[in-house]
């Protein structure tokens, strides 16, 4: 029997392949044939060879099929499966757009809740996305930033372990080395000061005033407006404006060859230039950049006198490791017999805001603090797709009809698949539109805890967009995967007869999505608790001086000793005004580094120490205790008045920490004599506060009688804030017209 079936089969075989017209015309026919006319058109060509199969045979009958294909390759015929296949697709994707807001329409109470959830989450991972994106922009946009290496010093002296390091170096670095080293292609020297200036004859405190060589245009990349990079920075007098400063000061006028008057002498800087605004994701900030020759300190016979920044451009990117095995030989031939030692670090320009302990002309951010926002960003996400993830398949019994019609239908799962997941999409950008709007009115408030000056624009840039719809994409991705395998996966059979009920397996993962979302909503939360505990900390710590209802202005350095005195005196008589006082740095962050000894110890055996000068209000304003001993008086500061520099006479206030380097207790330093830049008495002794991070030990200090600084501290009662700070505006006007306080 299974014998005669082969035979059959085999002849029946035979005759179908006898009967079929020539594949490879009719696959060309097929190939180019429009879809909307192939089934029409193939069917007439099958009928007539059916036909003439009968009449004249099959060789015959392949032959006239064969022509007739190659007759029909015609214009009128001929179609694009291509853009057919195209327009399937958009009309496929319009269709399922769709489909997926009449479902978000019709069940608009779980939308809101999706859109609510969604929106939260992805608001909060924009104003993250934003700020990592700008830190990690920092400098990326110097084209030689891998050649360019920032100048880190570190000095102490023979028989000592104690050491200073940081970013202070003395003007003789940059051109010594340039000279020396063929690795190195040009130095900049570089100092930011608060300058006075006048507009509309007006003196105004400008804090971005920049000193620089001229090699800052050969190292950094600007763009240049007007002037002539190459010759603005090359003499005594002349300054660069950034083109906020150049409106702020001369309007749309062209400022070339006009004259600024800088500081309380009024020196005339001409200004040689107009560059563009540098960007804010660069460690080097300014509106003003004068000739470093104006400073008039550009000596080279000392590597002590170490106030400046230095940057060095390599020859190539690979010269780091050779110029330092070189520099540590050289500088100590250099320091021969001084009793000092100088090391030098070379740090790799492009890393020392996210890398460096040593801040810049901006404040650094710590790569660690990257991560751990990226870690928060990404709790988030998997925080808002666990709750998208939990409605949608909680509400896929509500579904199961419309899904088992679609594929009763001849919808294919993967259609049904990409549905559901262009669903999921369409809610993110409806999330997405709502987080714009949600993160501009957030930006001020963000701005402020951050410290950072963004603004809406910085949202719509090309990469922080596309950064936004790789978000979108992946949320998408991650929250509609799984109510779509659900929903797609259903069968027809048994959801039409009523039997569809949520498996066990997405009712455990419900389950575990709900009990991981609170996991980490408790972990977040714990931390919340953890990181305000800490800023608690740090608000309320003692660190030595009270900083409650304390003013600190920038000002001058080079303002009128006169002047300020009688600023001084006006500010005082109000009478919530406590105390006002005029010093080098407040007291918070003190970083200027000194060497002191007694006057029977030889130059080379000294103490580091920081120090600050200050008149005769720091104490009292800042809130310091004196242990033994007794404050600066008015007759302090008038005896470092006169000139020159031998005829002033000095006195010291050092901390306990200062008196132990001596062997000293706070009673037995007083009346001593103490040498820093030159000799002076010791009068009283203060106790150790944190002048620099709370991170750090405390260290010796040594405050100096002085009358130049270029901070104003102001002392208040704490009481009618509004009316004291009226006060304040109206007397600061009265006496040093400037912009307000």
């Not at 399922?96 to 809740?113: D, E, G, M």
């Not at 369409?426 to 987080?435: A, E, I, R, Y």
Request: proline share 4%; aromatic share 12%.
């Amino acid at each position: 029997m299974s014998i005669v079936f082969c035979q059959l089969s085999t002849i029946e075989k035979v005759k179908t392949e006898k009967s079929n017209p020539p594949q490879i015309a009719l696959r060309f026919f097929r190939w180019y044939c429009s879809p909307r006319l192939l089934d029409y058109i193939e069917g007439d060509l099958l009928e007539v060879y059916e036909r003439r199969l009968k009449t004249s045979g099959k060789r015959l009958a392949d032959f006239r099929f064969a022509v007739d294909v190659l007759l029909l390759f015609r214009p009128g015929i001929i179609g694009s499966r291509k853009n057919n296949y195209a327009s399937n697709h958009i009309d496929m994707f319009r269709n399922n757009f769709k489909i997926a807001l009449r479902s978000l329409w019709k069940n608009k109470p779980s939308t809101v809740i999706n859109v609510l959830g969604l929106t939260t989450g992805i608001t909060a991972c924009l104003l993250i996305a934003l700020f990592i994106q700008h830190e990690l922009s920092f400098d990326k946009f110097q084209s030689k930033g891998k050649r360019i290496a920032r100048v880190v010093m570190e000095y102490g002296f023979e028989g000592r372990p104690e050491t200073e390091k940081g970013t202070f170096t003395s003007t003789k670095v940059a051109p010594v080395l340039s000279r020396t080293f063929p690795e190195v292609e040009k130095g900049v020297r570089m100092t930011t000061v608060s300058m006075i200036l006048r507009l509309n004859n007006e003196p105004v405190t400008e804090s971005n005033f920049l000193f620089s060589d001229s090699s800052f245009f050969n190292t950094f990349d600007y763009e240049m407006l007007e002037g002539n990079a190459a010759t603005a920075l090359d003499g005594k007098f002349k300054i660069v404006l950034t083109e906020a400063a150049s409106k702020r000061y001369f309007g749309d006028e062209s400022p070339l060859g006009k004259i600024l008057e800088v500081g309380e002498k009024k020196t005339p800087y001409e200004v040689t230039g107009v560059m563009r605004d540098y960007p804010k994701n660069s460690q080097i900030q300014f509106d003003f950049l004068a000739s470093f020759s104006s400073l008039g300190e550009n000596q080279e016979e000392t590597y002590f006198n170490a106030n400046y920044t230095t940057y060095l451009l390599l020859n190539n990117e690979f010269a780091f490791a050779p110029l330092k095995e070189k520099l540590d030989p050289f500088m100590e031939k250099e320091m021969k017999g001084t009793g000092a030692t100088i090391h030098f670090h070379l740090e790799p320009f492009r890393e020392v805001h996210l890398q460096s302990p040593y801040p810049a002309f901006v404040s650094n951010t710590s790569m660690s603090y990257l991560y751990l926002l990226g870690g928060v960003a990404l709790l988030i996400i998997v925080i808002v797709c666990s709750t998208y993830i939990n409605l949608s398949t909680a509400k896929s019994i509500e579904r199961a009809k419309e899904v088992g019609v679609r594929k009763v239908s001849g919808a294919a799962r993967a259609q049904l698949f990409w549905q559901f997941i262009g669903e999921a999409f369409v809610v993110c950008c409806l999330s997405v539109l709502v987080s714009f709007s949600a993160a501009s009115l957030l930006l001020p408030y963000f701005n402020s805890f951050v410290s950072r000056s963004f603004e809406f624009t910085d949202l719509l840039t090309p990469a922080f967009l596309l950064i936004t719809f790789l978000i979108t994409v992946a949320i998408s991705l991650v929250a509609g995967s799984y109510p779509a395998i659900i929903l797609s996966g259903m069968q027809p059979a048994r959801i039409l007869k009523g039997l569809f009920k949520n498996s066990s397996a997405a009712k455990q993962l419900q389950q575990s999505l709900v009990v991981f979302q609170f996991a980490i909503t408790v972990f977040l939360i714990v931390c919340t608790f953890i990181i305000r505990n800490q800023l608690s900390y740090i608000q309320n710590k003692s660190l030595g001086y009270d900083r409650n209802h304390v003013l600190t202005l920038k000002i001058g350095w080079d303002t009128d000793y006169n002047q300020m005195k009688t600023l001084k005196q006006e500010l005082k008589k109000h009478p919530q005004v406590v105390e006002v006082s005029r010093c080098g740095s407040s007291p918070e962050k003190i970083y200027s580094g000194y060497s002191m000894r007694l006057p029977s110890t030889p130059e080379t055996e000294v103490i580091m120490v920081n120090a600050n000068p200050v008149d005769e209000g720091f104490v009292k304003t800042s809130g310091l205790h004196l242990l033994a001993g007794r404050d600066f008086s008015q007759q302090d500061i008038e005896l470092v008045t006169p000139e020159p520099w031998e005829n002033k006479k000095f006195h010291y206030l050092i901390n306990e920490s200062a008196a132990a380097k001596f062997g000293w207790t706070p009673e037995e330093a007083i009346g001593r004599e103490l040498v820093l830049n030159t000799t002076g008495v010791i009068v009283g002794v203060i106790k150790d506060f944190h002048f620099q991070s709370i991170h750090d030990a405390l260290k010796p200090i040594v405050l100096f009688t002085s009358t130049w600084g270029g901070r104003l501290i102001i002392k208040t009662s704490g009481d009618d804030i509004p009316g004291t700070l009226a006060y304040l505006e109206q007397t600061w006007k009265k006496n040093y017209p400037r912009p307000s306080l």
